[in-house]
């Protein structure tokens, strides 16, 4: 693999768990993701199978079959690239987003990590669920909309076990506010919370584009509401193999 980012911002992500990627996303192209975002999270709010907290926060799943805007992310560059130098070249594409509403005090998420079935101790020949997501924040992260939270080095610590609901500051955490189009980089191992919003907080939107290795799956319980007609689907019926692949269409 080939990528921009370099050696050294491999081995920091590699050691820390996270790693900041100012500018990510064209401001403008961050704006208009923003708006197909609110528009989705409208047209979800109250739907079978919603992940909404009415007027403080939702999640919205599976991103590339609501709208095609979000194509765009599927060979994103340089996020591909670095997955890919992380993860090895198979890997699969999962994109979703949260927002939280704006004007809504104490709206925070509390810690926790992604993928949390890491045996303690590690068995030694465990099979590693590595998997890396670029947050990328679509709207100004101040204080009023609460900064991300990170705990460096807790993605290989599996003896870190943070009861769920847990909020309180931890030792060496390192806080996080963001321009629309940047990102940051994270194992999905690291724990993380976001600081509670204040009553002046604006809309504070966000994308999870996760990388998956190819032999990682789920195949059985997808949360959220169902897209009308998956829309990747489509995309992968006249595709090459690598944009097959990165749909999640590789099998063995
Ligand atoms: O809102 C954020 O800054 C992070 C959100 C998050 O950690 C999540 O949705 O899993
Ligand atoms: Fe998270």
């Known amino acids: 693999m080939e990528t921009?980012?370099?050696?050294?911002?491999?081995?920091?992500?590699?050691?820390?768990?996270?790693?900041?990627?100012?500018?990510?996303?064209?401001?403008?192209?961050?704006?208009t993701m923003a708006e197909a975002v609110l528009?989705?999270?409208?047209?979800?709010?109250?739907q079978p199978g919603s992940e909404q907290v009415p007027g403080k926060t939702i999640y919205i799943r599976?991103?590339?079959d609501k709208d095609p805007v979000f194509h765009?992310?599927?060979r994103f560059e340089p996020a591909l690239s670095m997955a890919r130098t992380l993860l090895g070249p198979q890997v699969w594409v999962d994109l979703e987003a949260r927002m939280n509403y704006a004007g809504q005090a104490g709206v925070a998420v509390p810690w926790h990590g992604h993928v949390p079935v890491i045996p303690d101790?590690?068995?030694?020949?465990?099979?590693?669920p590595h998997q890396v997501q670029f947050l990328i924040y679509l709207d100004r992260v101040t204080e009023r909309e609460g900064a991300l939270c990170l705990l460096p080095g807790s993605h290989t610590r599996p003896d870190i076990r943070i009861p769920f609901g847990d909020t309180?500051?931890?030792?060496?955490?390192?806080?996080?506010?963001?321009?629309?189009?940047?990102?940051?980089?994270?194992?999905?191992?690291?724990?993380?919370q976001t600081i509670p919003s204040r009553d002046d907080a604006g809309p504070r939107r966000l994308l999870l584009l996760g990388y998956v290795p190819s032999w990682?799956?789920?195949d059985g319980f997808q949360p959220g509401?169902?897209?009308?007609?998956?829309?990747?689907?489509?995309?992968?019926?006249?595709?090459?193999?690598?944009?097959?692949?990165?749909?999640?269409?590789?099998?063995?």
């Open 168 to 192: 309180a500051p931890k030792e060496g955490q390192v806080e996080l506010l963001f321009e629309p189009g940047d990102a940051v980089l994270i194992h999905a191992n690291m724990w993380h």
């Open 62 to 64: 599976a991103l590339l």
């Open 39 to 46: 528009s989705i999270a409208t047209a979800e709010a109250g």
């Open 4 to 31: 921009t980012a370099t050696k050294a911002e491999i081995q920091r992500f590699v050691d820390e768990g996270y790693l900041p990627c100012r500018g990510l996303l064209d401001p403008r192209v961050a704006a």
């Open 216 to 218: 990682v799956r789920s």
């Open 121 to 128: 101790p590690l068995p030694p020949l465990f099979c590693y």
């Open 72 to 74: 765009r992310l599927l």
């Open 225 to 252: 509401v169902r897209p009308q007609r998956p829309l990747s689907r489509d995309l992968a019926a006249g595709a090459d193999e690598e944009t097959r692949e990165l749909l999640g269409g590789l099998t063995w």
